[in-house]
């Protein structure tokens, strides 16, 4: 919860007089929440208000402690813990790119078609994989399908870009769409200009919504600085209509600030 | 959310003078929540805080939204539905009260055993019920069973009092905290001076903590009422005991009361 930069009110506690709205705007009130001085001018809510303002804070915090308490409920025990939660397994992953042959990861058939419609398809028609009780996932590291069998019992990962992207990955192929929200939204948060045209890329080969327009946004910002990128040169060689894209997004933005512009002639 | 009732002032626009304390008291202002105009000593918050309540408001609602996402996606299909969504179950459950013979409800050994401690050891020793697959319970109907494991997957149920008291018990045999801790919230809401002295027996008889102390309150906000309960003559018949902590409960209140009385003598 940030806290705003006090707003110290220099008053001259003025002599003027009258109850005209000069002598009004100079008089000074305390802040019940923040218990500085504001002026007239700067006034918030009444008190019934802020009481009100603050039950509803009070009212959601609850909801969110309740919540928190079921997501816990609901939980599997962590998949780290190979001991006795991960009990009456019925069916292995392993994770078929390593050569070493990687530990097979033992799961709950009724967890995986629970969370994936496409495991869903796989174990209850009686495919191969039903029947041996293996599933065989290539194209992918251990520690990625570790990962992604983790958050499939518990809600969670620790993510960093290389591993949200490889889950990013397998949410869809899985069709895990938590999963794959939650990928998204940690790559969004690690955008930057640097980063954004290959983000950019990856997100519009995989479906990423989220990703594809923050990544969009953060270079029609920068629209100036695009053509000289390495990845641009790469990308117009590579795949030209990812780049066509590019500047009809940034064509129809800027349409779109221009007839912003002339309605809205107040702002600036 | 609530709205208070608003506070219409009625307000002669005064003709004093001065910037003394008197005019500014009759100055009035607009909330920029609720739009009502108010006088300068129900002032609430400056503009900042309102913004910044607003903003913390905003952020505890994408929170709650999170949340709601997780619980949905941990949740298992509801136990209902007894086709393809509960497949791969390992075990059966079979409610022993009812003579008919009640089908048995299948389920998963790996759920019971991540909900309950109960389930967990005599799942995970090798007991009769594992090797067997069957879970017998008796004292328990059909439907309060199917509703019970039912929340074991889903941490959802509709209750009723009755079945809340039912469930209370089966969570407490079991050891499932949250959902007892749901029961007994439930509980307290039908809270009400007439079932006020069966829910603090019941309450004490099953170690539920949070009724209890909410049916205490009640009885002992009404004590002048009490001993002409048909309840409280049987009670003391049969649990004195529980009497006997009515009294020393609503004792320890006076007491409490007088000594506040005394310390906080602005009150009132």
């Known amino acids: 919860m940030r806290r705003h930069q006090h707003h110290r009110c220099n008053i001259s506690s003025g002599s003027e ?30 008190k019934e208000c802020y009481v009100e303002a603050g039950e509803t804070e009070e009212e ?4 969110i402690e309740d919540l928190k ?71 992918v590291s251990y520690n990625t399908l570790r990962t ?12 960093d870009e290389q591993m949200a992207c490889d889950l990013l990955i397998m949410s869809e192929k899985y069709q895990v769409k938590h999963l794959k929200s939650y990928c998204e939204k940690f790559l969004v948060t690690k955008l930057s200009w ?9 997100a519009h080969q995989h479906n990423a919504k989220l990703v594809l327009d923050a990544a969009l946004s953060q270079i029609t910002n920068n629209m100036d600085k695009l053509t000289k990128r390495e990845e641009y040169l790469e990308l117009v060689e590579k795949d030209p209509r990812l780049i066509v ?19 809205t002639s107040k702002t600036g």
Request: include cysteine; charge should be negative; proline fraction near 4%.
């Open 17 to 46: 007089t009258g109850s005209g709205s000069d002598s009004d705007n100079n008089t000074t009130m305390r802040c019940i929440s923040c218990r500085e001085e504001y002026l007239r001018r700067d006034a918030g809510t009444c």
């Open 60 to 63: 959601l915090k609850r909801e």
């Open 69 to 139: 308490a079921k997501v816990i409920f609901l939980r599997f025990p962590s998949c780290l813990d190979h001991g006795s939660s991960r009990s009456f397994t019925d069916v292995v992953l392993i994770a078929s790119q390593d050569a070493a042959g990687p530990p097979p990861i033992p799961a709950h058939k009724a967890v995986l078609v629970s969370r994936s419609p496409v495991f869903k398809a796989m174990l209850e028609n009686e495919m191969e994989e039903s029947r041996s009780g293996t599933i065989k996932i290539s194209d």
């Open 148 to 159: 992604f069998v983790c958050y499939l019992y518990t809600a969670e990962a620790s993510l």
């Open 194 to 202: 640097d980063n954004s045209l290959l983000t950019y890329a990856f």
């Open 245 to 263: 894209e590019i500047y009809e997004a940034y064509l129809s933005k800027q349409v779109n600030t221009a007839a912003g512009g002339a309605s």
